[in-house]
């Protein structure tokens, strides 16, 4: 698996981080009671699935926060989200995506800024073999169909449409 060189994020968009800010924000203030914490594109992930590659995720929500070696998690979290980007839409949609997989991270989002748009993944076994699994678009969570939004992994905490995309025009 070819991993995204690091690159200079700072020709990313205000709104980019908006949507990261809003809902580490939301998110974290609601489970800081709890054996998991929120964090936002500033940690790192190294996996042997991933030829112990450092991968960033946007967001994640990490539940075994001791399992870690210098700067890098080596633990798996159970949430992330990445906010898409021009420079790495193709990278999130499928690297990205597949090795979130592969390291069977529960429940992957995918979120447009620019249309406004949450799309839900959450990991189910494959059909087709018994060791496997794939993710399975849950929702496409938009405008019209705003109130269905709500992370499957952790039923209790709550987001709403408008506090993910509080600030963007």
């Not at 709104?15 to 609601?30: A, C, K």
């Not at 914490?37 to 790192?44: A, I, L, M, P, Q």
């Not at 967001?59 to 898409?84: H, Q, W, Y």
């Not at 597949?98 to 189910?124: C, F, G, P, T």
């Amino acid at each position: 698996m070819n991993s995204l060189p690091t690159k200079d994020m700072a020709n990313t968009y205000i709104e980019h981080s908006m949507v990261i800010n809003n809902f580490v924000t939301t998110v974290g203030n609601q489970i800081n009671c709890s054996l998991c914490r929120v964090f936002g594109n500033s940690v790192k992930y190294k996996w042997v699935e991933n030829d112990s590659k450092s991968v960033i995720p946007d967001v994640s929500v990490n539940c075994d926060i001791k399992n870690r070696r210098a700067t890098n998690f080596l633990g798996v979290p159970r949430f992330v989200m990445e906010v898409l980007s021009d420079a790495t839409e193709q990278y999130d949609r499928n690297e990205k995506m597949e090795l979130y997989k592969k390291v069977e991270v529960a429940e992957y989002w995918i979120v447009n800024w620019r249309k406004k748009q949450v799309e839900i993944y959450v990991l189910s076994p494959d059909e087709n073999s018994i060791d496997e699994a794939e993710y399975k678009l849950i929702s496409t969570i938009t405008e019209q169909n705003k109130t269905e939004l709500k992370i499957y992994m952790f039923p209790n905490v709550k987001i709403d449409f408008g506090q993910l995309f509080d600030g963007i025009d």
